[in-house]
């Protein structure tokens, strides 16, 4: 009884929202989009990393008889006696062995250039970083909903032709049933002869479509391009949004690429403040204590502290040249943050307004498809009663196949339409079934 019960939801038709929520699960750009995104919170941490205390710990171990290294290998295990200051000594010295072990300590006190600059630079790539992954779950969002619409219309253009084709068979028949009676000529029997070829081959065709479509949904599930799919049918048709100017405001607050550019902007503007900080010195405390020893088990402890002060300058200008050429990528990058700005809407408008047209042509298509069948039902009829000619039925047959290709693919154009003017709202596109 288990396994009968569980057999048909095995075999449940797959939803667009279901499909949808497997790709965001599998895909491989989604997984990498979440790797950078996690990637930049490292780097944010390595930047906040130069405000602590650093500690280097050395173990090293020399051997050699440089009068500089004996002298001060000496003095730093306090070994330094009257002989040593002989003069043969201190130009031709014993080798001796020195094992020394330190530990040191740093702390930045004032270090924009490394501490500052890089935090408010690692802080903005993680925003870029959040905002590509956002991107990349609208983007497969909307290739699946477009691949799952896609498989819907190549589904039921394989209908038609397969309905085609077998109308066109029988019209052959008939035509060459009266031709046999003296009612139609060869001529008539020939066109639908190759009005049926025709339709095999769409038939053909629209099989080899439907084949290409299910491979690529598959491919953006992460599915094995063959596998079998039983898709549930189109989603209930969404209607237009009223107020362009409320989804507007909103999408300000929840578009990457607008996320994108302003983090942008930021990262220019630390690049610029850590072009700017190199002209300032730098200032550190510096601690270390050290263990030297002519032999590794017996060694003299000594340490020291102090404040350590730098900056340099380059005599070519190259610090100031790099400040302008940072203050030059702040404008460019304000100047790129404006143009997005300005598109958004521009993008917000027209996905709305091809949302509306589509749905708007879906009563159309409807009743296109239904003048068309009963159309050809009437031609049918006629021309079994000798009324009609072969042109009539020909041109019926394919008026009906091109309306059912019309009122599937203006349903599947509303689909994709909804889900465009989701992303250009910054979510992702998600049909609810």
């Known amino acids: 009884m288990l396994i009968l019960a569980a057999a048909p939801a095995a075999a449940q038709p797959l ?17 990498a989009a979440a790797a950078g995104e996690a990637e930049a919170r490292q780097a944010l941490s390595a930047a906040r990393a130069a405000w602590f205390p650093r500690i280097d710990f050395e173990e090293g171990w020399q051997r050699g008889d440089q009068p500089v290294f004996v002298f001060s290998s000496l003095l730093s295990q306090r070994q330094f006696s ?3 200051f002989a003069i043969q000594a ?25 501490t500052f ?7 903005a790539g993680v925003e870029m970083a959040r905002a590509r992954f956002s991107q990349s779950r609208a983007d497969v969002a909307l290739a699946v909903t477009q691949a799952y619409v896609q498989v819907l219309v190549a589904d039921a253009a394989v209908r038609a032709a397969e309905a085609a084709v077998a109308a066109a068979t029988e019209d052959a028949s008939r035509a060459a049933a009266r031709r046999d009676a003296g009612l139609a000529t060869d001529a008539d029997v020939l066109a639908l002869d190759v009005h049926l070829a025709q339709m095999r081959a769409r038939q053909i065709g629209a099989s080899s479509d439907a084949d290409v479509a299910r ?20 989603p209930p048709l969404p209607d237009v949004p009223g107020d362009l100017a409320a989804l507007g405001a909103e999408a300000e607050r929840a578009r990457w690429d607008l996320q994108q550019a302003a983090a942008r902007v930021e990262a220019a503007r630390a690049q610029a403040t850590a072009a700017r900080a190199r002209l300032l010195p730098s200032i550190g405390l510096q601690g270390g204590y050290e263990w030297n020893g002519g032999r590794w088990s017996d060694r003299a402890q000594s340490w020291v502290v102090g404040v350590r002060g730098q900056i340099g300058l380059s005599l070519a200008g190259g610090e100031i040249a ?9 404008t460019r990058a304000e100047a790129e943050r404006t143009s997005v700005e300005t598109a958004a809407p521009l ?75 989701d992303r250009a709202l910054g979510q992702v596109p998600y049909i609810k079934d």
Do not use: C, K, W, Y
């Open 322 to 330: 790099s400040l302008r050429a940072a203050r030059q990528a702040v």
């Open 15 to 31: 939803t667009l929202g279901a499909a949808v929520a497997r790709a965001l699960e599998a895909h491989p750009d989604i997984a």
């Open 82 to 84: 009257e002989a040593n």
């Open 117 to 123: 600059a890089p935090t408010r630079a690692a802080s």
């Open 347 to 421: 993008e917000i408008r027209t996905a709305a307004a091809r949302l509306a047209a589509a749905r708007a042509r879906v009563s159309v298509a409807s009743a296109a498809v239904a003048q068309a069948r009963e159309s050809e039902r009437i031609i049918r009829d006629r021309f079994g009663s000798g009324m009609a000619t072969v042109t009539d039925v020909l041109r019926a047959s394919n008026a009906l196949l091109d309306a059912a290709a019309l009122d599937i693919s203006t349903r599947a154009d509303v689909i994709v339409a909804a889900a465009v003017l």
């Open 90 to 114: 201190l130009n031709h010295p014993d080798a001796v062995s020195n094992h020394r072990a330190a530990v040191l300590v740093s702390q930045p006190l004032f270090d924009p250039a490394r």
């Open 215 to 234: 491979a690529t949904l598959n491919r953006l599930m992460h599915a094995p391009v063959d596998a079998p799919l039983q898709l549930a049918g189109l």
